[in-house]
């Protein structure tokens, strides 16, 4: 469990965040897909990242200090459809930019509303992070917002559409964040990757 959780900053740049050696995880979805609910429950606040019912208004790269160990950085939504297409433009470069530049990265959680069907633009950005070889869980949020069959149906939806051209799939999580549901399964998962590295470093 996490003891402590700080807001250090939004950066609006990657050359602008944070110059330390902490592992970072970022957390990234569509606009209004629960990011901020769920970033709340896995460190177990109410309110450190900002929820919103306006789509779209994580506009910076957010970084939080976890345990004095690890940072967790919330990226800006993709794919917001009421910004101009310039903004989007930013975003994206901003996103991709930070993404593939920054060399304490050790997974980008990519988060999926299983209470929807199969997104285009999520599967283009889990395919480009496949291209890109960054490491990367998929996070279902939601699973507390429909009927426990159309939520089954639709992850295993996503599942055959990500494996029409991937060979295996990565780790994958079902959270609910009014449930409490999944919080254990990714810090677990940050656990083991911070443990790799260690180990790693020691050999």
């Given amino acids: 469990m996490i003891q402590t959780a700080k807001f250090i ?5 990657t050359d602008d ?10 957390f990234i979805g569509r606009s209004n897909v629960g990011k ?22 994580t506009q910076t790269i957010n970084f939080f200090l976890i345990d004095e160990s690890w940072h967790l950085v919330d990226l800006p939504g993709y794919g917001y459809a009421r910004v101009s297409k310039s903004t989007r433009e930013v975003f994206s470069k901003m996103i991709k930019y930070y993404i593939t530049h920054r060399e304490q990265l050790l997974n980008v959680f990519v988060l999926i509303d299983c209470t929807i069907s199969p997104q285009k633009i999520d599967i283009e ?4 992070l496949g291209e890109m070889r960054i490491p990367f869980s ?31 799939l990565p780790n994958c999580i079902v959270t609910s ?16 990757c911070m443990n790799n590295i260690e180990n790693e470093t020691t050999d």
């Fill in 9 to 13: 900053g939004a950066f609006p740049k």
């Fill in 17 to 26: 965040c944070p110059k330390t050696d902490f592992a970072e995880f970022a």
């Fill in 36 to 57: 901020s609910s769920l970033i709340n429950l896995i460190t177990n606040r109410k309110d450190l990242a900002k929820v919103s019912k306006t789509p779209g208004k």
């Fill in 125 to 128: 950005f889990i395919n480009w």
């Fill in 138 to 168: 998929i996070v279902f949020t939601k699973s507390d917002k429909d009927k426990a069959l159309a939520i089954q149906k639709n992850i295993k939806q996503f599942k055959a559409k990500m494996l029409e051209t991937w060979t295996s």
């Fill in 177 to 192: 964040s009014e449930k409490n549901r999944g919080n254990k399964e990714i810090m677990e998962f940050i656990k083991n």
